[in-house]
């Protein structure tokens, strides 16, 4: 009876350890947190690439708006009868094709940078109704998350009852034993005999032992010690 006392509060310790590594698992980041975290990063960079795209851009069209009023200034000049010099009026016509070239250019730069910002508006909407996916994902998962939380809390408080009733049935010598035993021996003091064998150490157990536990006396394995229970 004291060795089968024993094995219920060993069961009831083994049940609160595992209550409590599953506490500490329910601490870690859900994976749905991890996606927020991810597409919140992706959007934040999406979007500070756009804005620096669409500064370049305007940047751009800033050139491009000046080099026409250059084209025209030149164009005015070249057509306004003022400048008769052979040289003088090649070198603007020679001025106008080179501002030319570079408009084009420059329109071609321009169109480049409105396909890649437009790539970008698009990517950053669809980050972000992924983003806010997430988030509803997460809000259902964090909720299950307390739901099991709550749950797991009510169990250990119901074990540690149990395991408070189980204690008053031991006497204080016995338990100072079992937890010794705990601690030596990797948190099992009480091992159950199997087809002749010590569960804890899995030796051999001899006849002797195992009719001295089925009497229910306090009874340990000869090879490690634990106390035994058939």
Request: include cysteine; charge should be negative.
């Given at each position: 009876?004291?060795?089968?006392?024993?094995?219920?509060?060993?069961?009831?310790?083994?049940?609160?350890?595992?209550?409590?590594?599953?506490?500490?698992?329910?601490?870690?980041?859900?994976?749905?947190?991890?996606?927020?975290?991810?597409?919140?990063?992706?959007?934040?960079?999406?979007?500070?690439?756009w804005k620096e795209l669409e500064r370049l851009q305007k940047a751009a069209e800033?050139?491009?708006?000046?080099?026409?009023?250059?084209?025209?200034?030149a164009e005015k000049k070249l057509y306004?009868?003022?400048?008769?010099?052979?040289?003088?009026?090649?070198?603007?016509?020679?001025?106008?094709?080179?501002?030319?070239?570079?408009?084009?250019?420059?329109?071609?730069?321009?169109?480049?940078?409105?396909?890649?910002?437009?790539?970008?508006?698009?990517k950053i909407s669809l980050l972000k109704n992924e983003l806010e996916t997430s988030k509803t994902h997460l809000e259902a998962a964090q909720k299950n998350r307390e739901k099991e939380k709550i749950d797991l809390s009510n169990q250990m408080t119901g074990l540690k009852q149990k395991r408070e009733d189980q204690l008053n049935q031991i006497s204080p010598e016995l338990i100072a034993l079992y937890l010794s035993l705990i601690e030596k021996k990797d948190g099992t003091a009480v091992?159950?005999?199997?087809?002749?064998?010590?569960?804890?150490?899995?030796i051999e157990i001899p006849e002797s032992l195992i009719q001295k536990a089925r009497s229910l006396q306090l009874t340990t394995c000869s090879s490690c010690g634990r106390i035994l229970i058939v």
């Open positions: 009876m004291i060795s089968l006392s024993l094995y219920h509060l060993q069961q009831i310790d083994s049940r609160l350890q595992e209550l409590e590594k599953e506490l500490v698992l329910l601490q870690e980041p859900l994976l749905e947190e991890l996606r927020v975290q991810e597409f919140s990063r992706s959007l934040e960079e999406s979007e500070k690439k800033l050139e491009l708006a000046s080099l026409e009023t250059e084209k025209k200034d306004s009868g003022k400048v008769t010099n052979s040289k003088e009026l090649l070198q603007l016509e020679k001025e106008i094709q080179q501002i030319h070239k570079k408009r084009e250019n420059m329109d071609e730069k321009i169109l480049d940078k409105m396909e890649v910002l437009q790539e970008y508006k698009n091992a159950k005999v199997e087809n002749r064998v010590c569960g804890g150490c899995f």
